[in-house]
T-cell receptor
Framework: DSGVTQTPKHLITATGQRVTLRCSPR?????VYWYQQSLDQGLQFRIQ???????AKGNILERFSAQQFPDLHSELNLSSLELGDSALYFC?????????????????FGEGSRLTVL | SQQGEEDPQALSIQEGENATMNCSYK?????LQWYRQNSGRGLVHLIL?????REKHSGRLRVTLDTSKKSSSLLITASRAADTASYFC?????????????FGKGTLLTVNP
């Protein structure tokens, strides 16, 4: 058990809908990362938050947004869903910030939220 | 685009044999990490090697890093059926203001009993 909790584990929805994925980081970790994993694109970094602030961004669609709340849990919102958004969405947490020049340590991953868009 | 690329994409061996996976990357790094993922599960950190280290061991795992060739290898000795999983290298990329850990597409290791 990594200590990172993701809900829901599975989600089936229709195109055009909106979903929210939730992540609770490991106790004491201030950084939260969201990754999307699909067969064709592999594991893609989407966005990082540190202590409530956005810290780094990957190729994230405008239809996707995220935030980290004062209690450090994070939510990833996916809207106007398309078939191609079907994937495993992982949240990970770490102690460090990943700031340039800093030490980027181990990430602790949740078990993922499997999204199926029909 | 992927920073790290693993090779081979798939590897099938017999229990007791050694498994070697390779990772190549493109830009300078501060450290390189290896992760393991059982099918459909979350990734689990295996080992981290810093850019000023050349070799690191952890149990049956041995990782090497050659920064001049921008490559790393992961050796699993005396493999077991339970080692069956996908293995990913991840690099942090020391340049730029946006810091992230970038993963390759992984090597799928199958250890046959």
């Amino acid at each position: 058990d990594s200590g990172v909790t993701q809900t829901p584990k599975h989600l089936i929805t229709a195109t055009g809908q909106r979903v929210t994925l939730r992540c609770s980081p490991r106790s004491g970790d201030l950084s939260v990362y969201w990754y999307q994993q699909s067969l064709d694109q592999g594991l893609q970094f989407r966005i990082q938050y540190y202590n409530g602030e956005e810290r780094a961004k990957g190729n994230i669609l405008e239809r996707f947004s995220a935030q980290q709340f004062p209690d450090l849990h994070s939510e990833l919102n996916l809207s106007s869903l398309e078939l191609g958004d079907s994937a495993l969405y992982f949240c990970a947490s770490s102690v460090g910030t990943g700031l340039a020049g800093g030490f980027f340590g181990e990430l602790f991953f949740g078990e993922g939220s499997r999204l199926t868009v029909l | 685009s992927q920073q790290g690329e693993e090779d081979p994409q798939a590897l099938s061996i017999q229990e007791g044999e050694n498994a070697t996976m390779n990772c190549s990357y493109k830009t300078s790094i501060n450290n390189l990490q290896w992760y393991r993922q059982n099918s459909g599960r979350g990734l689990v950190h295996l080992i981290l090697i810093r850019s000023n280290e050349r070799e690191k061991h952890s149990g049956r795992l041995r990782v090497t890093l050659d920064t001049s060739k921008k490559s790393s290898s992961l050796l699993i000795t005396a493999s077991r059926a339970a080692d069956t999983a996908s293995y990913f290298c991840a690099t942090d990329g020391s340049g730029g203001s946006n810091y992230k850990l970038t993963f390759g597409k992984g090597t799928l290791l199958t250890v046959n009993p």
